[in-house]
């Protein structure tokens, strides 16, 4: 049976396997991994691309994504616009000159998730998919619970 130990020992392991992925790319073009992976988190994710949504989705503090975002908007790499009816927050968009870099940490993630999933065929993806989606939703009730 896994544990809870088990699955945050997988999660562990995907995040540290991410982030020697990414690191050849954050060397390359001197930013930081964290910087990177906010900066593909707001290309990918346009409708989530606030600060809030980087610390929940990403599970990153405050202060780190803050610091993160400014040095993204400062290098000229994102910008940030008024949210329509909530003047608290800014939704983050990739600018022009950040094309490239997004361009190159997608094509590592399409090479780390090919990795990730080299010799599982694709019946067990799509259990494994079915599995995920399904304790997506137990996750989605367990933090609703009061």
């Known amino acids: 049976m896994i544990t809870i130990q088990d699955l945050n020992g997988h999660a562990r392991k995907i995040g540290l396997a991410y982030e020697k992925a ?21 290309a990918n ?22 610091a993160h975002v400014e040095q993204l908007v400062q290098r000229g790499y994102v910008e ?5 009816g909530d003047r608290r927050k800014d939704a983050l968009v990739c600018t022009e000159k950040a094309e490239r870099i997004v361009e190159l940490g ?14 599982i065929g694709e019946e067990d993806r799509a259990v494994m998919e ?5 304790m997506n939703a137990n996750i989605d009730k367990i933090i609703k619970e009061k």
């Open 130 to 134: 079915r599995c995920f989606l399904k």
């Open 106 to 119: 997608r094509a590592r993630q399409i090479r780390f998730a090919s990795a990730l999933l080299e010799g």
């Open 22 to 42: 990414l690191l050849p790319l954050s060397k390359e073009i001197d930013m930081p991994h964290t910087a990177i992976s906010i900066l593909l988190f707001i």
């Open 80 to 84: 940030r616009r008024a949210v329509p």
């Open 45 to 66: 994710n346009p409708d989530f691309a606030t600060a809030s949504h980087i610390c929940e989705m990403r599970g990153l503090k405050r202060p780190v994504v803050s």
